[in-house]
Nanobody
Framework: QVQLVESGGGLVQAGGSLKLSCAASGRTFSRYAMGWFRQAPGKERNFVAGISWSGGTTGYADSVKGRFTISRDNTKNTVNLQMNSLKPEDTAVYYC??????????????????WGQGTQVTVSS
C-alpha cells in the first residue's frame, strides 16, 4: 500500500514556474514507477510525465516536453514535477500516481495503482 500526498500547486501567471511535490508513504517506494497526470474541467485525465522506479528514465507528454521536468529521490520517498514556461492550457488538477509496472512508467489511468488527492494549478493569461 502506498499513500501519496501532493503539494505545491497554486496560481501563477503565464510564463511563470511552479514545482509540485509528491510525498509517498511506505518503505517500498523505490519499487514503484511514478508519474503525474492532470485533469482540466470537463476533460479527461491525461498523462503528463513519468519516471521509472530507478529514476533512470523519464517520459513526457508532447504538450509539456521541454518545459516540465520530473525527478525522484528514493531516499526521501518523493517525486517532483518542475513546471516552467507555464501556459493557461496547463491549468488543471495535477495528480501524483504510483504504478507497480517494472518497465517504464504509467501513461494510462488504468496503469496507475495508487493516486494522490490532487493539487490545483491555475495559470492566468
Amino acid at each position: 500500500q502506498v499513500q501519496l500526498v501532493e503539494s505545491g500547486g497554486g496560481l501563477v501567471q503565464a510564463g511563470g514556474s511552479l514545482k509540485l511535490s509528491c510525498a509517498a508513504s511506505g518503505r517500498t517506494f523505490s519499487r514503484y514507477a511514478m508519474g503525474w497526470f492532470r485533469q482540466a474541467p470537463g476533460k479527461e485525465r491525461n498523462f503528463v510525465a513519468g519516471i521509472s522506479w530507478s529514476g533512470g528514465t523519464t517520459g513526457y507528454a508532447d504538450s509539456v516536453k521541454g518545459r516540465f521536468t520530473i525527478s525522484r529521490d528514493n531516499t526521501k520517498n518523493t517525486v517532483n514535477l518542475q513546471m516552467n514556461s507555464l501556459k493557461p492550457e496547463d491549468t488543471a488538477v495535477y495528480y501524483c500516481v504510483a504504478s507497480q509496472r517494472r518497465v517504464g512508467w504509467p501513461t494510462r489511468v488504468d496503469e496507475s495503482d495508487y493516486w494522490g488527492q490532487g493539487t490545483q494549478v491555475t495559470v492566468s493569461s
